[in-house]
């Protein structure tokens, strides 16, 4: 009986590997098909914290990032020193930058950070419908590189990879954008 076990271990393991793997495999198809058929920005409203409406159609004709972020997420915290860096180095070709807090997080602390780190940019929170607009973002830091045309040309989930980005800022910033 005991020689049976191991075995019977092994091939229930790579099982459910595959089975792991068929799963999250559907779970990413399906996500890339859903955002797939959404290129261009949708229509959303942004509350800025000094209580200000920003929408997608007042930044219209310009180059724009959307960051959707939380002050407990430990990678938007790695992250935002960059993306402030990021938005100094391309501000002067015009262009704008979104950081929206998550609607799960307090507005205090949001306020806060912003004001302790002295984020050069707009601050929104989100009552979730930004969120949802983009296409039901749940997982933060997400950034959507969008251009003058409304067209969305990336989505980055995590942090992105910033010579990337500052390549693809620099050539949609130009109106090359591909």
């Known amino acids: 009986m005991s020689s049976n076990s191991p075995s019977a271990a092994r091939r229930t393991n790579p099982l459910r590997y595959l089975i792991a793997v068929a799963v999250a495999v559907a779970l990413a198809v399906a996500g890339y098909f859903a955002f ?18 920003l929408t997608t159609a007042d930044l219209k004709g ?5 960051n959707f972020w939380a002050t407990n997420c430990d990678t938007c915290m790695k992250e935002m020193p960059q993306m402030v860096e990021t938005y100094n180095r391309f501000k002067g070709q015009g262009l704008e930058f979104v950081a929206v807090a998550m609607n799960y997080d307090a507005p205090m602390y949001v306020t806060n950070y912003t004001q302790t780190r002295q984020l050069p940019f707009k601050v929104a929170m989100d009552d979730g419908s930004a969120a949802k607009q983009f296409g039901n973002v749940q997982l933060t830091p997400t950034t959507f590189v969008i251009d003058k045309d409304g067209k969305i040309l990336k989505r980055y989930v995590g942090e992105p990879q910033f010579a990337e980005l500052d390549q693809l800022l620099a050539k949609a910033l130009k109106g090359n954008a591909a």
């Open 36 to 53: 797939a058929g959404q290129q261009r920005v949708p229509d959303a409203t942004f509350t800025l914290l000094s209580g200000q409406k």
């Open 62 to 66: 310009k180059v724009y990032l959307v």
